[in-house]
């Protein structure tokens, strides 16, 4: 069993940036890979990073560049950097965990209850 509590969202200007984290409790075996996804409304939930506790990281195409994923291994806990922040990153952001970086990018790991992100002027 894993819990995953997410902070840091809220509402941010266009350009401006914002950090999101997430720590995770329970069995650390589910937690080797962690990362986090997002869903705008009428829209599929998409990956937008992924680490392993080996440091290994995965972004989607729509955010390279713009966020960082990094993590603290001793805490379990994950932070996902957002810098020049765009109307169409607006979504509810859910942390997921798992024993595989594989399950991760796959979307088939334990969910967090996701946090909003509303970029707007």
């Known amino acids: 069993q894993v819990q995953l509590v997410e902070s840091g969202g809220g509402l941010v200007q266009p350009g401006g940036s914002l950090t999101l984290s997430c720590t995770g409790s329970?069995?650390?075996?589910?937690?080797?890979?962690m990362g986090w996804y997002r869903q705008a409304p009428g829209k599929q939930r998409e990956l937008v990073a992924s680490?392993?506790?080996?440091?290994?990281?995965n972004y989607g195409d729509s955010v390279k560049g713009r966020f960082t994923i990094s993590r603290d291994n001793a805490k379990n806990t994950v932070h996902l950097q957002m810098s020049n922040l765009k109307p169409e990153d607006t979504a509810v952001y859910y942390c997921?965990?798992?024993?595989?970086?594989?399950?991760?990018?796959?979307?088939?790991?334990?969910w967090g209850q996701g946090t909003q992100v509303t970029v707007s002027s």
């Open positions: 329970g069995n650390g075996h589910m937690l080797f890979a």
């Open positions: 997921t965990s798992a024993s595989t970086r594989t399950e991760v990018v796959n979307g088939v790991g334990t």
């Open positions: 680490i392993t506790i080996t440091g290994w990281t």
